[in-house]
């Protein structure tokens, strides 16, 4: 018994050092002179360069009936695109790729 918990013990003390090792992004501890996702679409919204995800919402929202579920920002075709979890009424969950500096609605899976 003592033996099984010591081994329990140590492997979860090796964890984090795994981790790390295998290159996994460090979530808890932003860099210095790193800046979050966050961050920069805020600086673009406010700059004119980018629509902000309340009038992506609202577009979908005034589309297809239903709730956002998550949103997450990254790269469509070398431009910046909200990529928009999407549940409709009757449970159904979709993404929709929208271009970031436009609004457009470029894509919809599910």
Do not use: C, H
Request: overall charge positive.
């Amino acid at each position: 018994m003592k033996r099984s918990l010591a081994i329990a013990a140590l492997l979860l003390a090796l964890t984090p050092v795994a981790s790390q090792a295998q290159g996994y992004p460090d979530y808890g501890r932003p860099s210095y002179g790193a800046r979050g996702d966050q961050d920069q679409a805020r600086d673009a919204v406010r700059g004119g360069r980018q629509v902000s995800l309340s009038q992506v919402i609202a577009r979908i929202a005034s589309r297809t009936p239903g709730r956002q579920l998550n949103t997450t920002m990254g790269d469509y075709s070398g431009r910046p695109a909200y990529f928009v979890q999407w549940q409709t009424p009757d449970g159904r969950v979709m993404i929709f790729i929208v271009d970031a500096e436009s609004g457009q609605i470029l894509s919809r899976e599910g």
